[in-house]
C-alpha cells in the first residue's frame, strides 16, 4: 500500500524540512496513530518516511520530516542522532569530513568543469555545498564529496587513477603529492560519488497543533504560548539555531511532550493553514524554474502569486510561494527540447530559464556546439533520479594476429576509443605482450514511457555500447508491431545493420510496403533484453557482410543524437522517429 501521494520541501537554515502528505487510504493509519500511540504504528511510520526519502530526494539535507493528513500536521520525526542533538552534523556525512576535499574556485571555473575533474555529480556537490543555483564565486571553497583508498601490491597512480576515472594529476594535486611514488597501505584521498547517508529518526513526536511564523514571531515567544520549551520546539522541527521564516509551519508537541515518550495527539488538532503563503529571498544563481521546482509548482503558479511578467528576478527580491497549488503540480516544462534552426546553446537557455551548464551537464555536452534536429534533456534526470552510466577499464595482452580493429569488435567499443585510451593512431603498432586499456562501459536502464515504448539511449555516450558490431538485435516497427531481427556489422556514426535471414528480409520489406525505401520509421531495437528506440530505413546500399539474405548491402538505424556518415550532421527526421518510439512525441 501507497504511504504517501506527495511532498512539499520547506527551506530551512541549514537545509529541508520535508512535509509528507498521507494517502487518502491511510486514514485509518492516521486516527489509530494520534489516539492509540503504539510502537509498532511508531516503526511503520519511520520506516515509509525514511523510504520515501531515500527515492525522492537523496541528496538532500533534511532535517525533519512533518506527516501531514489532508491539511492537519499529526506527526513531526526529527532526524537527528539523540534528542536535542544536530540532525546533520558533519561527522555524520559518510567519508566527506573524515577524507574532505576542499576545492578554491578559480577563474573560469564552472560547477560543470569542477564535477568533470573531479568525476563526481554536479546534484552532490550543490547539496554538500548548500548551493541553490548554479553561481560559485572565485575564491570560493567547496567541499568535494570524498572516500578513502588503500594502496595495495601492484597499485600506481596510474592504475589507481583509472580505476577512477581521473587524471593522475587530480590525485596529485588532492593528496598533495610531490611524485608518483606511492606505497603499500598509503591512503589517498579519491573523490566519489557515494550519497550522505541518511542520519538516524528520532522517534516520532506527535504533533497536538501547528503554528505558521508571523512576522516578529520568535522560538521563545511560540514556545511560551503554547507551554513547551524552546528544546521541545526545535526538536521536534529539526532546527539547530534559532532561525525562523515568516510562513514556515512550525510542529507543536503537547506541553508534556518528551522525546522518549510522546503523548498520544488529540483530534482538534489545528488544521495547517495552506491559503498563507511562504516567501522566499532570490539568491545568486536562482532561476524561477528552479524555485519553482524546489517547491513543487508551476512556473505559472509563482509568476501569477508575484504579478510576474517576464522570467526576470534580481538577487534579494522577495516571493511569495502560494500554499494553495496542489502540491503534486509539475512545472510546465518539456523534458526534451529539439534544436531548431537558428537555434544556440544560449537562447535555448533563455527560453527555458535554464543555466547553459546546466543543460551541457545532463547532455553530457563538453563544448557549445549543438545541432539542428539534435535532442536535448532539460529534466536533469540523468543526474539525480536515474542510474549513472559507469566506465572501468580491463588490461589486454596483445597476441599474435591481433589488430585494433578486432579487438574493437571484440570488447564492443569504438576503434577510436580504443586508440584515444591506448594514445595511439591508426598506424601505431602493436607488439606481443604489450598492454592495452580496454574501457569497459556499464549503461545504466533509463524508465521507459511505457512497455512499448524503448529506451531514449544517447548514440555517442549509451546505444553505441547495448548495441555493438556484431550483435544480433530484434527490430520491431512501432505502427504495425511487426518484428525481425538484424545483426549490426559497421557503422560509427549510426548503426550500419543487415538482416540476419532472407525471411528477416522479407518481413522488413513488407513492413515497408512491399519495397525496399529510404522512409524513416520508428522502432523499437531488442538487445540482450534492453529495448532501445530507435530510426531505421530499409533501402540496401554499400558493403554487404552477410550472404544469402536476399539483401545486398546494409541499412540504417539512428538513435537519439546519431548523424550521418556523409557530413556528420543530424537528420531531423530520424530523431523525429526515434522520438516517437521513445513515446516523447507521439505518432
Known amino acids: 500500500m501507497i504511504m504517501f501521494q506527495s511532498h512539499r520541501l520547506e527551506q530551512t537554515e541549514n537545509g529541508f524540512n520535508v512535509i509528507l ?76 569530513e573524515n577524507n574532505q576535499i576542499t576545492y578554491t574556485v578559480s577563474s573560469g571555473d564552472t560547477l560543470y568543469s569542477i564535477a568533470q575533474k573531479f568525476n563526481v555529480k554536479i546534484d552532490l556537490i550543490k547539496s554538500l555545498n548548500n548551493l541553490p543555483g548554479n553561481t560559485i564565486k572565485v575564491g570560493e571553497g ?113 506541553a508534556n511532550e518528551t522525546t522518549t515518550a510522546p503523548a498520544p495527539v488529540q483530534q482538534t488538532t489545528t488544521q495547517i493553514t495552506q491559503v498563507e503563503d511562504d516567501t522566499y529571498t532570490v539568491k545568486s544563481g536562482d532561476t524561477l524554474i ?39 503540480e509539475a512545472v510546465k516544462k518539456p523534458t526534451i527540447h529539439v534544436v531548431q534552426t537558428g537555434e544556440s546553446l544560449s537562447s535555448i537557455s533563455n527560453k527555458y530559464s535554464m543555466p547553459i551548464d546546466d543543460i551541457k551537464a545532463i547532455n553530457g555536452l563538453s563544448g557549445d556546439t549543438i545541432y539542428v534536429g539534435q535532442s536535448l534533456r532539460l529534466d536533469g534526470a540523468s543526474q539525480t533520479s536515474t542510474a549513472q552510466n559507469q566506465i572501468s577499464y580491463k588490461t589486454h595482452t596483445v597476441e599474435s594476429g591481433d589488430t585494433i580493429w578486432a579487438l574493437s569488435v571484440k570488447y564492443g567499443i569504438p576503434q577510436a576509443e580504443l586508440l584515444k585510451a591506448n594514445h595511439l593512431t591508426t598506424s601505431s603498432p602493436l607488439s606481443i605482450g604489450q598492454k592495452l586499456q580496454v574501457p569497459v562501459h556499464e549503461i545504466a536502464v533509463q524508465p521507459t514511457v511505457s512497455e512499448k515504448h524503448g529506451e531514449f539511449l544517447d548514440w555517442w555516450t549509451e546505444a553505441q555500447y547495448v548495441f555493438p558490431i556484431n550483435s544480433t538485435a530484434k527490430v520491431t ?72 539474405n536476399n539483401f545486398n548491402g546494409h541499412t540504417d538505424i539512428h538513435f537519439k543524437n546519431s548523424t550521418r556518415h556523409k557530413d556528420g550532421q543530424i537528420n531531423a527526421r530520424h530523431q523525429q522517429q526515434v522520438q516517437i518510439a521513445a513515446g516523447i512525441t507521439q505518432p
Not at 172 to 177: P, S
Not at 521 to 527: G, H, N, Q, S
Open 477 to 548: 516497427d512501432f505502427q504495425t508491431g511487426k518484428s525481425f531481427y538484424v545483426k549490426r556489422t559497421i557503422g560509427a556514426n549510426h548503426a550500419d545493420v543487415e538482416p540476419v535471414s532472407a525471411k528477416d528480409t522479407s518481413i522488413m520489406k513488407e513492413v515497408w510496403g512491399g519495397s525496399f525505401s529510404w522512409v524513416e520509421r520508428a522502432v523499437i531495437v531488442e538487445v540482450d533484453g534492453r529495448k532501445i528506440a530507435g530510426s531505421m530505413t530499409s533501402m540496401p546500399h554499400d558493403v554487404q557482410y552477410i550472404k544469402d
Open 142 to 254: 567547496l567541499i568535494i564529496p570524498s572516500t578513502s583508498y588503500s594502496v595495495k601490491a601492484g597499485d600506481t597512480l596510474y592504475s589507481i587513477a583509472t580505476k577512477y576515472n581521473l587524471s593522475v594529476d587530480t590525485i596529485m594535486e588532492i593528496n598533495k603529492l610531490e611524485s608518483t611514488t606511492i606505497k603499500i597501505g598509503q591512503t589517498l584521498t579519491i573523490p566519489s560519488n557515494e550519497l550522505a547517508s541518511m542520519p538516524a529518526p528520532s522517534k516520532p513526536v506527535l504533533v497536538e497543533t501547528s503554528h505558521t511564523v508571523k512576522a516578529g514571531d520568535t522560538l521563545y515567544g511560540i514556545a511560551n504560548q503554547y507551554g513547551v520549551s524552546v528544546d521541545q520546539l526545535k526538536h521536534a522541527n529539526g532546527l539547530t539555531g534559532n532561525t525562523i521564516q515568516v510562513g514556515q509551519a512550525l510542529a507543536i508537541p503537547k
Open 290 to 328: 528552479g524555485i519553482a521546482t524546489l517547491h513543487n509548482i508551476s512556473v505559472d503558479a509563482l509568476k501569477k502569486a508575484n504579478s510576474l511578467s517576464t522570467d526576470l528576478i534580481q538577487v534579494g527580491q522577495i516571493l511569495s510561494i502560494p500554499n494553495d497549488a496542489p502540491a503534486q
Open 21 to 96: 502528505y498521507l494517502d487518502q487510504n491511510m486514514s485509518e493509519f492516521a486516527t489509530e496513530l494520534g489516539t492509540k500511540q503504539t510502537e509498532e504504528k511508531e516503526t511503520e511510520l519511520q520506516k515509509g518516511a525514511m523510504d520515501y526519502l531515500r527515492k525522492r530526494v537523496p541528496n538532500l539535507k533534511i532535517n525533519a520530516i512533518k506527516v501531514v493528513m489532508g491539511s492537519i500536521m499529526i506527526a513531526s520525526i526529527p532526524l537527528t542522532q539523540s534528542a536535542f542533538a544536530n540532525p546533520v552534523e558533519a561527522s555524520q556525512v559518510t567519508q566527506v
